[in-house]
Nanobody, 123 residues
């Protein structure tokens, strides 16, 4: 069983920064792919970023490229550093894990999910 717990969300002004954390427990993650998704009210869950745990290669959505950074510097912890935040970044952010190491940008490709953390960016 895998458990993912997000933290670090909050309210920030446009142009500000936040760092989200995802603490993972359970199975070993050396062959897992980790991802961040977000979901705004009334919208579908949207891909944000993904990283392959063992080698650290990352892929980003165009909407966050150059502003967000996904990393896994600690054992079983994944971060999402968010800079130059915009009001349209407002959403619940979810951490996810996939047993398949292939690049995955669709929510259905992930096997485990956290409970989400709210990020609100005011204009």
């Amino acid at each position: 069983q895998v458990e993912l717990v997000e933290s670090g969300g909050g309210l920030v002004q446009a142009g500000g920064s936040l760092r989200l954390s995802c603490a993972a427990s359970g199975r070993t993650f050396s062959t897992y792919r980790m991802g961040w998704f977000r979901q705004a009210p009334g919208q579908e869950r949207e891909f944000v970023a993904t990283i392959y745990w063992s080698e650290g290669s990352a892929v980003y959505a165009d909407s966050v490229k150059g502003r967000f950074t996904i990393s896994r510097p600690k054992s079983k912890t994944v971060f999402l550093e968010m800079n130059t935040l915009k009001p349209e970044d407002t959403a619940v952010y979810y951490c996810a894990a996939a047993r398949d190491s292939a690049v995955a940008i669709k929510a259905g490709q992930y096997d485990y999910w956290g409970q989400g953390t709210q990020v609100t960016v005011s204009s």
